[in-house]
Every structure is written in structure tokens, then in C-alpha cells.
């Protein structure tokens, strides 16, 4: 049976560098998308456009900023990691789900699928070894 410290477990016995930078960059990705929807609103805006009669517009716009932003620093730092990528999980789902409601763009489909990829990833094998998760569990 799979449980978040088998889980944990079996990361941080195969834990490498590698995945750990590309944790950190799925972070800053997060954290530099949540700056561009604060910076450009109006993107956003657009961006959701196609969902605007199934409501809850203004839900989205003061979600998916802070939830990119606070997200993407804990993602960054391995803190809460799971936590945070799953509240990632709706804004990516949304994102793959406007470029079929809207205008398809198949470089955002693409990122968007990707971006998911490494979000589910992460969501099971966590924050790895070298994260704030594992240094507070380990009392350094």
C-alpha cells in the first residue's frame, strides 16, 4: 500500500540533484508565472475568457496569481511540496482544458502538459532529500 512515507521513504533513497533543480525550476516557474498575472491582469482576463459563462471568473483571477506565487516559493524551497502542487492541480487542469474550450495554442497546450507532467511527478515523490520538508524532519 502506497502511503506519503513510503513515499518519502523510497525519495529520499533515490534522491538526485538533477531532480531537485527541476524542482526548484518548476517553482520559479510557478513564481515568474504568478508575477505575470499580477503584472498583466488583463491577460489572465483573456486567458479565461472562453469560461466566462460558467462563472466564478473572479474566483480565478485572485486564485491563480497568489496561488502561483506562494506556491512556487514552497515548491522552490521543498516546504509543504505536495501541498502546493496540488493546488497547482486546477489552474494546469484549466489551462489544458481552455486551449480546447478557446483558441488552441499548441506551444500552451504543450507547456501546460508538460508543466502537469512534472506536477503529478513531484506530488508523489515530493520534496526529495535536500528541502526544507527533510532538513525540519531531520531537525537541522
Same mark, same amino acid.
Do not use: C
Given at each position: 500500500?502506497?502511503?506519503?512515507?513510503?513515499?518519502?521513504?523510497?525519495?529520499?533513497?533515490?534522491?538526485?540533484?538533477?531532480?531537485?533543480?527541476?524542482?526548484?525550476? +518548476?517553482?520559479?516557474?510557478?513564481?515568474?508565472?504568478?508575477?505575470?498575472?499580477?503584472?498583466?491582469?488583463?491577460?489572465?482576463?483573456?486567458?479565461?475568457?472562453?469560461?466566462?459563462?460558467?462563472?466564478?471568473?473572479? /474566483?480565478?483571477?485572485?486564485?491563480?496569481?497568489?496561488?502561483?506565487?506562494?506556491?512556487?516559493?514552497?515548491?522552490?524551497?521543498? +516546504? /509543504?511540496?505536495?501541498?502546493?502542487?496540488?493546488?497547482?492541480?486546477?489552474?494546469?487542469?484549466?489551462?489544458?482544458?481552455?486551449?480546447?474550450?478557446?483558441?488552441?495554442?499548441?506551444?500552451?497546450?504543450?507547456?501546460?502538459?508538460?508543466?502537469?507532467?512534472?506536477?503529478?511527478?513531484?506530488?508523489?515523490?515530493?520534496?526529495?532529500?535536500?528541502?526544507?520538508?527533510?532538513?525540519?524532519?531531520?531537525?537541522?
Amino acid at each position: 500500500m502506497l502511503s506519503i512515507k513510503s513515499l518519502n521513504k523510497w525519495a529520499n533513497a533515490h534522491t538526485y540533484y538533477w531532480l531537485d533543480l527541476l524542482r526548484v525550476a +518548476l517553482g520559479v516557474f510557478f513564481f515568474i508565472k504568478g508575477i505575470g498575472f499580477i503584472s498583466q491582469t488583463e491577460t489572465l482576463v483573456e486567458l479565461i475568457e472562453p469560461l466566462r459563462g460558467f462563472g466564478g471568473v473572479m /474566483l480565478v483571477v485572485h486564485y491563480v496569481a497568489p496561488a502561483h506565487l506562494v506556491g512556487g516559493i514552497l515548491i522552490a524551497f521543498g +516546504l /509543504l511540496t505536495r501541498w502546493a502542487l496540488v493546488a497547482q492541480l486546477p489552474i494546469l487542469l484549466g489551462a489544458i482544458i481552455i486551449n480546447f474550450v478557446g483558441i488552441m495554442n499548441a506551444s500552451s497546450l504543450i507547456l501546460a502538459l508538460l508543466v502537469l507532467a512534472f506536477t503529478i511527478f513531484f506530488i508523489f515523490y515530493g520534496s526529495g532529500k535536500h528541502s526544507a520538508d527533510y532538513m525540519m524532519k531531520m531537525g537541522y
